[in-house]
């Protein structure tokens, strides 16, 4: 059963910094590209960056580019979103999640975390 | 970026009858070498994460109910729910993923409740 489990959520002040984990099980974690995907309080689905399988290539939403980095550790079945210069517009609940496709980058998502929620307040 | 705009914002069905949510594409997510739609729909149910529906625009994933069907083409897209359950109730999203580079994006959602 593909399980995902993020962690490291929590209250940061704006400026501040904050580093997501992702921790997968299930399958074969190397074969596939993951991604983060947030959601703000009441709103939509937004997504925020993805990292294909191998790790070589990274995409970003514009508005986090420059701020966040998306990386994995194939060996430790994990992936990490390091989130810094925090901003109140960064608030909400950041679900991992995994492209369906090995090997592929555009892909929809088949499997989602419960998700961690990222609040930036002062 | 490709802008998803899907309509209506919400909807409120008797129990039984259809339900019909729509899919607009900024520009067309049709790819031609493989003939595909790079289009998906999500399901997501209060305090859950989304579920996919359909892939490709219509390919109905593992243990979806028939009752969900997905179809169009290009820049339209309709999801339908042919006699709605009380366990449909849900916010309902469309996905492009055809943007290369990488970039997908969500419609803004579609909220299905029981009248």
């Known amino acids: 059963e593909v399980q995902l489990l993020e962690s490291g959520g929590g209250l940061v002040q704006p400026g501040g910094s904050l580093r997501l984990s992702c921790a997968a099980s299930?399958?074969?974690?190397?074969?596939?590209?993951m991604s983060w995907v947030r959601q703000a309080p009441g709103k939509g689905l937004e997504w925020v960056s993805t990292?294909?399988?191998?790790?070589?290539?990274?995409y970003y939403t514009d508005s986090v580019k420059g701020r966040f980095t998306i990386s994995r550790d194939n060996s430790q079945s994990t992936m990490y979103l390091q989130m810094n210069s925090l901003r109140a517009e960064d608030t909400a609940v950041y679900y991992c999640?995994?492209?369906?496709?090995?090997?592929?980058?555009?892909?929809?998502?088949?499997?989602w975390g419960q998700g961690t929620l990222v609040t930036v307040s002062s | 970026d490709i802008v998803m705009t899907q309509s209506p914002d919400s909807l409120a069905v008797s129990l039984g009858e259809r339900a019909t949510i729509n899919c607009k594409s900024s520009?067309?997510?049709?790819?031609?070498?493989?003939?595909?739609?790079?289009l998906a729909w999500y399901q997501q149910k209060p305090g859950q994460p989304p579920k996919l529906l359909f892939s490709?625009?219509?390919t109905r994933e593992s243990g979806v109910p028939d009752r969900f069907s997905g179809s169009g083409s290009g820049t339209d897209f309709t999801l339908t729910i042919s006699s709605l359950q009380a366990e449909d109730v849900a916010v309902y999203y469309c996905?492009?993923?055809?943007?290369?580079?990488?970039?997908?994006?969500f419609g803004g959602g579609t909220k299905v409740e029981i009248k």
């Open positions: 999640a995994k492209g369906s496709w090995e090997q592929l980058v555009r892909t929809p998502i088949d499997y």
């Open positions: 299930g399958y074969t974690f190397s074969s596939y590209a």
């Open positions: 990292i294909r399988n191998s790790g070589d290539n990274t």
């Open positions: 520009q067309s997510v049709f790819y031609s070498s493989n003939n595909k739609n790079y």
């Open positions: 490709w625009a219509s």
């Open positions: 996905q492009q993923y055809y943007s290369n580079p990488h970039a997908p994006t």
